[in-house]
């Protein structure tokens, strides 16, 4: 039972590029949540989605940061002209249902702005 | 949200139980608690949670006090792969379907040999 997937695990663009992060839930699994760590801080909360929904986005930047959950495929989170302050481990997490069902997390994208 | 409180580090001998506090007195009736830890560079890994019964798993126990302002996370036998920063959340109904988990600063366990 594979756990939640995120790629790439690694991502280098330069200033002003656009990231685009991958997030695969584990199998059955229809709520996601990404979370950022900035270099020695703590992981903060960004979106909730649910399949084609945005349900909570109250912690993300409220500039160039988008999230989707589309019906198919994988979870996206799109950072568009990239400044070196996003530099940071993005994970992504999922769960069964809302409420109170545990979050799994994956292993997260690092992302470098050179 | 209710906050926590953890000490920001502790040490534990392999082999013995580590006991890692957190205080949690401004919790409310039917907010959990919930514990991950984060070994470096790895995602946070979920091991238990609890609204007020005490709880075990294959990884861990967790005891609540009856008053549930604080718990305590036991790893029984501990090992040196259980170094990590311990996480001790309370999660807060955010509204709609969302509780949101709300990592603090943990605490660092140390497993020395």
């Known amino acids: 039972n594979a756990g939640v997937m995120q790629n790439p695990r690694h991502l280098v663009r330069r200033r002003g590029q656009e990231a685009r992060l991958r997030c695969s839930p584990m199998k059955g699994h229809s709520h996601v949540y990404w979370y950022r760590q900035l270099p020695e801080e703590g992981l903060k909360f960004m979106v909730y989605?649910?399949?084609?929904?945005?349900?909570?986005e109250s912690g993300m930047p409220k500039e160039r940061f988008s999230a989707e959950f589309p019906k198919e495929g994988p979870s996206i989170l799109r950072i568009q002209q990239v400044v070196r302050g996003d530099s940071a481990a993005y994970f992504c997490?999922?769960?069964?249902?809302?409420?109170?069902?545990?979050?799994?997390f994956g292993n997260g994208t690092r992302l470098t702005v050179t | 949200d209710a906050k926590t409180t953890q000490p920001p580090s502790m040490d534990c001998a392999e082999g013995r139980a580590a006991n890692l506090p957190c205080n949690h007195s401004?919790?409310?009736?039917?907010?959990?608690v919930y514990w991950y830890r984060q070994i470096h560079s790895q995602g946070p890994q979920y091991i238990i949670h609890g609204l007020k019964n005490n709880e075990t798993n294959e990884m861990a126990s967790l005891i609540i006090t009856e008053d549930r302002k604080s718990s305590t996370l036991i790893l029984p036998h501990a090992t040196l792969r259980d170094t990590a920063v311990y996480y001790c959340?309370?999660?807060?109904?955010?509204?709609?379907?969302?509780?949101?988990?709300?990592f603090g600063k943990g605490t660092l366990l140390t497993v020395n040999p």
């Open positions: 959340i309370v999660r807060a109904y955010s509204g709609g379907s969302n509780y949101k988990l709300t």
């Open positions: 997490a999922s769960s069964d249902r809302g409420g109170n069902s545990p979050l799994h």
């Open positions: 401004t919790i409310s009736g039917n907010e959990y």
């Open positions: 989605l649910q399949k084609e929904n945005i349900i909570d």
